[in-house]
């Protein structure tokens, strides 16, 4: 696989750059005066977990010299992930070497308006000067919604004397020729974005609490490892779990009333999708009136509602602990009632893999088949899928 061609393309308001990868030409687009680095770090950030896919040599033009530290770092990056799924095979880099050398002054942290943005925005309100909000990896939305949630963030930033660098690109598209999941993929997208701008200091806000942490594209373990020698990658909040951030926001009225999780807008949390839903909850028993959510639904909702992941189930875990703690014994209940469904879900599915080896996983796809039943493509992942 070869990083070539690479390009600088500057307007009155912003600077463009890209290069082709494998046949696909990547690009990054950010506004003026920010300075846009001109070596191959950040291509190399993402061009790495679709070349381990492939198992091939990462070639990266002589002309896009690659910082010697993070050439370095990324060996232990490699054997991370095929550590976690050997689908990644450990590949050879050829790149020619110069230090990175800093380019823009300050402190940035990615920020998308949601909790583990806004969380770690708040606890290091002090040392942060910039605020870096990407289009075209988390989501790819239309151009009006877009400039709404850069208005609105941009608002949000200036309410603290802060400056937000909105950052366009197609990474979205990249890692889904490779069918690359975005949890796969986060970690190396923000470091791409990271080396992008050069600034000394980068925070990557947590996902997950340090005793919640499982393999996912963007860890304590593996965003550090993505500096280089002018920026150190810092991965923050993972001391805090999902309510505990929760709880943080709303003792800010602007950071509680620019929160926004919402799977499908930006710019409106809908109240149904599940990302909704389970942050309705800790904000309804925290007798949070100004948030910007819907009514929350009657406790029966949740009591039927499906949990899809294990990833879902953390979140509602936390929100019986604080049913719990907050004495609301009709939302403990319900929630209780959906864990132990899927739960029971869970279980049979693994007595179907262990004692039964699979048969009636087989029987329902068969049947999906038969009647054509719609079904979303299975992504890659950070650990392979179970048999």
Not at 10 to 20: I, P
Not at 46 to 57: D, F, N, T, V
Not at 177 to 196: D, E
Request: aromatic share 10%; charged share 25%; hydrophobic share 35%.
């Amino acid at each position: 696989m070869q990083v070539a061609d690479w390009r600088i393309e500057e307007s009155s308001d912003s600077t463009e750059v890209s290069a082709d990868i494998d046949g696909f030409r990547l690009w990054y687009r950010s506004p003026k005066p920010y300075l846009i680095s001109r070596s191959g770090d950040p291509f190399l950030a993402s061009a790495l977990l679709p070349a381990m896919l492939k198992g091939e040599r990462l070639e990266i033009d002589p002309r896009l010299p690659v910082s010697p530290k993070l050439l370095d770092n990324i060996s232990r990056l490699q054997e991370i992930h095929n550590c976690w799924n050997p689908q990644f095979k450990i590949i050879t880099i050829d790149a020619a070497k110069s230090p990175a050398e800093p380019l823009n002054n300050g402190t940035f942290s990615f920020f998308s308006g949601g909790i583990d943005s806004t969380y770690t925005f708040l606890k290091h309100i002090n040392d942060i000067s910039h605020l870096v909000f990407i289009h075209g990896f988390d989501f790819f939305l239309d151009g009006n919604i877009y400039k709404t949630a850069v208005n609105r963030n941009t608002r949000f930033a200036q309410t603290f004397e802060k400056k937000l660098i909105p950052i366009e690109t197609n990474h979205h598209q990249f890692g889904y020729r490779y069918n690359l999941s975005r949890n796969l993929t986060q970690g190396s997208a923000l470091a791409s974005v990271a080396h992008l701008l050069g600034f000394p200091y980068v925070y990557v806000p947590a996902s997950f609490s340090y005793n919640q942490l499982f393999p996912y594209g963007s860890h304590p373990l593996t965003d550090p490892i993505w500096s280089n020698e002018c920026t150190t990658i810092v991965h923050d909040g993972a001391e805090a779990r999902r309510v505990d951030k929760i709880e943080r926001i709303v003792k800010c009225e602007s950071a509680l009333t620019n929160l926004r999780v919402c799977f499908s807008d930006m710019n409106v949390n809908c109240g149904k999708c599940s990302k909704c839903l389970r942050t309705m909850l800790p904000l309804k028993l925290l007798r949070s009136p100004a948030a910007p959510f819907p009514d929350l639904p009657l406790s029966d909702v949740f009591r039927k509602m499906s949990i899809s992941n294990d990833i879902e189930k953390i979140f509602i875990e936390e929100t019986v602990e604080l049913a719990f703690r907050m004495d609301n014994n009709e939302l403990r209940d319900a929630l209780s009632t959906c864990l132990k469904k899927y739960e029971r879900v869970r279980l049979f599915k693994e007595f179907d893999r262990v004692v039964l080896g699979g048969l009636i996983k087989r029987l329902y796809r068969a049947y999906q088949q038969i009647v054509k039943v719609p079904h979303g493509v299975p992504r890659i992942d950070t650990t392979p899928p179970k048999c």
